[in-house]
């Protein structure tokens, strides 16, 4: 007897479900009995969420998967659908284009967030609060930049990008921070493995918490203010 080979059967039309589950659903097209076909239905739907972990796990309802049993059965099977059955056109109907946003990013190697940080940072009045942002700003930055260069960038061209992002409103003496070292990277090479630096570094004067964890609470633009 001749093997039947897979180009000689029916196409798959999901290929997720396979062509058990398939065949299954052109059973249940052959019973007569609405009742009967339904009951069948249901148990192919928990057959197909047992077999398949992945499906049911992103299933975010179970429309989905009865829906995705009257593609398979091609829109024809009379059973008691809980869901209305989906419109054929769902095939061919092609998804909404999602626009790319166009933005116009000055410092590329920095990234869009850093400018949207600048603008919250802007917002703040305390004098306080704007040299945390300042120097929070300015750790992200050395980071970002070393991310993607070999260069370490010098902290007068990260005062001087902040300054013109910020159109003048956020500025910073440069011997402080050289002085302090508070634009040290949030990240370290070590070893080859990227690390959180250890407390200072033994560098920083014992006392100064810039942008410390009380800033980075206080300098969240998505937090809830009353």
Do not use: C
């Not at 956020?170 to 250890?198: A, C, H, I, W």
């Amino acid at each position: 007897m001749i093997g039947e080979y897979n180009s000689q059967r029916q196409h798959i039309i999901l290929k997720e479900y396979g062509r058990n589950i398939q065949n299954l659903v052109a059973y249940i097209r052959t019973v007569k009995d609405k009742e009967k076909r339904t009951e069948l239905a249901y148990t192919l739907i928990e057959l197909i969420k047992l077999l398949n972990p992945t499906v049911r796990e992103s299933v975010e309802n179970p429309q989905r998967l009865w829906d995705d049993l009257m593609i398979i059965a091609d829109f024809d099977l009379d059973v008691s659908n809980p869901f209305n059955p989906p419109d054929r056109d769902i095939l061919s109907k092609k998804p909404m284009k999602v626009p790319y946003p166009q933005t116009d990013i000055r410092y590329k190697h920095y990234g869009k967030n850093i400018e949207r940080l600048v603008q919250e940072g802007i917002k703040k009045e305390d004098p306080k609060e704007r040299e945390d942002v300042i120097i929070y700003l300015g750790r992200l930055m050395k980071t970002f930049y070393g991310n993607w260069n070999k260069e370490t960038l010098d902290d007068s061209v990260i005062l001087k990008d902040i300054s013109n992002m910020s159109k003048g409103k956020l500025t910073m003496s440069l011997d402080k921070v050289r002085e302090e070292n508070l634009f040290d990277p949030l990240y370290r090479e070590r070893g080859g493995n990227q690390q959180r630096p250890q407390g200072d570094g033994g560098r920083r004067h014992q006392g100064q918490r810039h942008g410390g964890k009380n800033f980075k609470k206080r300098f969240n633009p998505h937090r809830r203010r009353d």
